[in-house]
């Protein structure tokens, strides 16, 4: 298989076959692609609902729906600029924590080594940890874009999906300063240096002046953007382990991430890694939270092919 092989639409009942991310072929020869896909089904650190666990396999299934060519409003499939590869999930033995950590690491190290983008399926948010800071040991230190409706920077144990991005930044794998969270909608902890864009504000904002705010913010420092899904509203997003509500809608995000594909096409914006996480589909109403999962993705890959 050639890298080339791995670009292109790829037709198939959305009924039928295995559910790979959006038809794409699945393998381990990380230095042909791009891009690398894979899930992370672990949801120990979750402190309300779980299930985050199936969240892999549900936006997967998801993705087939929305895997038919050209992406509007982008003009383009991202499949034909980008070479996607599904590496499935990663194995672990089930409540080994520690085994899971590895794991998870070693699989962004492997994937950032070879030259491709790491993109993560989550899984409780606590996965993060693990996938940023292997990426940090190939990219150097990163500043966190970070869509949420928590800030996760609470105190409390490295393995919990609340406290990661304290530990993140106190160890040198997160630079605070050039970082920003957008969707906030919960009490935080008010010392540290990154910055927050409180749900309303960030709803009250054009997406052209946030996507000038992210580049502004982030600067030329390594970025790596993570996604929870709760950012959204739960009237979007209902399947997930701790909806909050006064959210984002579905559309302003997907407007943001495309506001933003011009700066990473001109080079203004670096992203090294990317995740979206807690999708819970036990919690789910007709696919509603998981194909939002999905269609945020696939935007999320014509923002790394803007410009190719």
């Keep these: 298989m050639s890298q080339d092989d791995l670009k292109g639409l790829i037709t198939a009942n959305s009924f039928s076959g295995m559910p790979s991310f959006f038809r794409r072929h699945t393998g381990t020869d990380f230095s042909l692609a791009d891009v690398v896909v894979y899930g992370l089904p672990f949801d120990l650190g979750t402190s309300n609902r779980p299930g985050s666990r199936f969240g892999p396999r549900a936006i997967r299934e998801a993705s087939l729906q929305l895997a038919w060519g050209e992406v509007w409003p982008w003009g383009f499939d991202p499949f034909d600029r980008l070479s996607v590869l ?6 672990y033995t089930y409540a080994d924590q520690d085994g899971f950590a590895q794991a998870a690491g070693y699989q962004a190290i492997s994937i950032a080594e070879a030259g ?16 940023l800071t292997g ?9 966190l874009l970070h869509f949420d409706a928590h800030t996760d920077t609470s105190k409390g144990p490295i393995e919990q999906h609340g406290t990661m991005f304290r530990h993140a930044a106190d160890g040198g ?3 605070a ?3 920003l969270q957008i969707g906030i909608r919960t009490a935080y902890l008010k010392d540290d240096a990154y910055m927050r864009l409180h749900a309303p504000d960030a709803m009250a904002m054009a997406p052209g002046d946030m996507a000038d705010l992210i580049v502004d913010r982030v600067s030329d420092t390594p970025c790596y ?3 929870d899904i709760d950012c959204l509203d739960p009237g979007f997003a209902p399947g997930t382990g701790t909806p909050i509500p006064g959210g984002l809608s579905t559309l302003h995000v997907l407007n943001v991430i495309r506001a933003v594909g011009p700066h990473v096409a001109s080079g203004n914006i670096n992203i090294v890694g990317l995740d979206l996480v807690e999708v819970a589909p036990c919690y789910d109403h007709a696919q509603m939270t998981s194909l939002a999962a999905a269609q945020i993705a696939q935007e999320m890959l014509c923002m790394l092919a803007a410009g190719r």
Excluded: C, K, M, W
Excluded at 116 to 131: E, I, K, Q
Excluded at 135 to 143: D, T, W
């Design 177 to 179: 300063e050039n970082s």
């Design 116 to 131: 491709a983008v790491p993109f993560s399926l989550g899984g409780d948010h606590s996965v993060t940890y693990s996938s």
């Design 86 to 91: 599904d590496a499935g999930d990663i194995e």
């Design 225 to 227: 953007l993570t996604f």
């Design 135 to 143: 990426v940090r040991q190939v990219s150097g230190p990163v500043a």
């Design 173 to 175: 794998d997160i630079l």
